[in-house]
């Protein structure tokens, strides 16, 4: 049986700015259905990395591959319209529409009918549904008719999750999901984050600092020092490398 090609990849991937390599020359396969874990300590590349395969920067050499489509100079809308989503660090969102709109938003341009947003929303009955069917999914359907400014921090970061969805992407970026959250807000992202992994159809890089969430969610885990691929495997193993002790846990194997 001839082994599927992965979904995305990287090639030689590498950023200068100035003197300095942000990403250096780094190449990685994602398989379908697969959650890997980006870790590093402050400063590795991690988010650089992201924003090279969603297209927020521009690389200075390497590739970046896509269903076996290099997409390398793409712009942030081709990729999008090929299959990768992306969740910032920081909320992107329609603050001052109610969070069924930013839903709904997202499902009419998914549908290929633009933003259209001085069209009346009944002429769009079932995008409405798609939205609020979503919005039941990750649990915000009591704040459908909210304006997104009002809510809290938690309720955004659901809300970003309900607009990838909304998108059906591929590939789904998270950049530090849980950034800000509450212990109690936390659980609800990582069980809508669990239940988007067990679609296999979905392919999911996380950026994440926090080590149980790491352990819980992730299939694999690779390893970003300096900008430069430095471990790539199965987590338990990975998280035991001295590499990893000493560049991201901060501590000598010894101390873990």
Do not use: W
């Not at 709904?104 to 769009?124: E, N, P, T, W, Y």
């Not at 969430?213 to 694999?220: G, K």
């Amino acid at each position: 049986m001839t082994k599927e090609h992965p979904i995305l990849e990287t090639e030689g991937l590498t950023i200068r700015f100035g003197g300095h390599v942000a990403v250096d020359q780094v190449s990685c396969a994602f398989d379908r259905g697969t959650l890997t874990a980006i870790v590093g300590p402050n400063g590795a590349g991690k988010t650089t990395y992201f924003n090279l395969i969603s297209g927020q920067l521009r690389a200075s050499g390497g590739t970046v591959i896509l269903n076996g489509e290099e997409i390398t100079r793409m712009s942030v809308p081709e990729r999008t319209k090929r299959g990768i989503g992306r969740a910032f660090q920081l909320t992107s969102l329609f603050p001052t529409l109610n969070v069924r709109e930013n839903v709904r938003l997202v499902a009419q341009a998914k549908a290929s009918k633009g933003f259209d947003m001085l069209s009346m929303a009944s002429r769009h009955v079932h995008l409405i549904e798609r939205a609020e069917h979503v919005l039941n999914e990750v649990r915000l359907i009591d704040q459908a008719d909210s304006v997104v400014s009002a809510l809290p921090h938690g309720d955004q970061r659901k809300l970003e999750v309900a607009l990838l969805i909304a998108l059906g992407p591929q590939v789904l970026m998270f950049d530090e999901p849980t950034a800000g959250m509450s212990v109690d807000e936390v659980p609800v992202i990582l069980e809508l984050i669990r239940k988007l992994k067990n679609d296999m159809d979905r392919t999911i890089l996380l950026v994440e600092h926090k080590m149980d969430v790491i352990r819980s969610l992730a299939d694999r885990i690779i390893v970003l020092h300096n900008g430069a691929l430095v471990a790539d495997g199965d987590p338990a193993e990975v998280i035991a490398l001295p590499v990893v002790q000493e560049a991201y846990l901060g501590k000598t194997p010894e101390a873990a």
